[in-house]
């Protein structure tokens, strides 16, 4: 199996995409099977505060009038619910997930909120979209990039599909900068989550996934450097609750 296909990882981990065919394969699966649990769960690991975090990352592209948005890896649609809340009422925005299950509940959630005819779900793969170049004013994912095989490819697709001058916001899980905080976070997300995961889920190994993908996971200065090279332009971050989370930003640039 080649490099691409297992994504930056542990030896563990790549033990364990190489039994499942592959990092996407085994992604997809894992959260097929979360589906169910992923919103309830989100709430309960992250005490709370996942949705002021996409709230601040959704700030930096907000949409006007008429414009579009895509949501990488939207799941069950929250990134994409508060990027449409956001932004100007006739703002369209598209997500779009590999996941099936994950799309299911998103779905039945845009029509419990009435957002349906705003907020458009779709089946794809954030490493190949299929939409043309320069199809969209901004794009964004949430707890997504870390699950990617490839990273230059997933920002470089998403630099494809954003208009010259179109903003990127990226929200992912970090590295806390503090040696007590860090050690903390360790202990929470490694022994704590996936107990919890298991209780509520019946889904240990997939909440061990968390926090060994996080430990092979870029810093925020490295995956800055990444996005750079990508070939996005401008690119910033912010650390939020200590580093538990980052949130990097970038404009492509108008002459290529
Ligand atoms: C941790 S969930 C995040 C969901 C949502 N963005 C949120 O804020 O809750 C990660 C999602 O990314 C999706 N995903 C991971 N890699 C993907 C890829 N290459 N293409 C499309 N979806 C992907 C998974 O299916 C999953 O639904």
């Not at 230059?152 to 630099?159: R, S």
């Not at 996936?194 to 240990?204: E, K, Q």
Request: contains cysteine; charged residues 20%; hydrophobic residues 45%.
């Amino acid at each position: 199996m080649d490099e691409q296909t297992l994504g930056t990882a542990s030896p563990e981990l790549r033990a364990r995409f190489e039994a499942a065919g592959g990092k996407p394969v085994y992604v997809r699966r894992m959260f097929g099977r979360i589906a169910r649990v992923y919103d309830g769960m989100n709430r309960i690991m992250s005490l709370g505060l996942d949705g002021r975090w996409r709230r601040f990352a959704v700030h930096h592209i907000v949409l006007g009038p008429h414009q579009s948005g895509l949501d990488i890896g939207t799941g069950t649609g929250d990134l994409a619910i508060e990027l449409a809340q956001a932004s100007a009422p006739t703002a369209h925005v598209v997500g779009v997930d590999f996941t099936p299950e994950m799309l299911e509940h998103g779905r039945a959630k845009l029509i419990r909120l009435g957002l349906a005819n705003r907020v458009e779900l779709r089946q794809g793969d954030g490493e190949h979209l299929d939409f043309p170049d320069d199809s969209f004013d901004a794009c964004c994912s949430a707890f997504v990039v870390r699950n990617m095989a490839d990273l230059h490819q997933g920002f470089g697709e998403m630099l494809r599909v954003v208009r010259p001058g179109g903003r990127m916001a990226c929200l992912e899980i970090s590295h806390p900068r503090n040696l007590v905080f860090s050690a903390l976070f360790d202990f929470y997300f490694g022994k704590f989550v996936p107990v919890l995961g298991s209780l509520i889920g019946r889904a240990f190994d997939a909440y061990t996934y968390l926090p060994t993908s996080v430990t092979a996971f870029p810093k925020a200065p490295k995956l800055k450097r990444i996005i750079e090279e990508a070939g996005w332009s401008d690119v910033r971050y912010y650390y939020l609750f200590g580093g538990v989370v980052a949130v990097h930003v970038a404009i492509k640039p108008t002459a290529q």
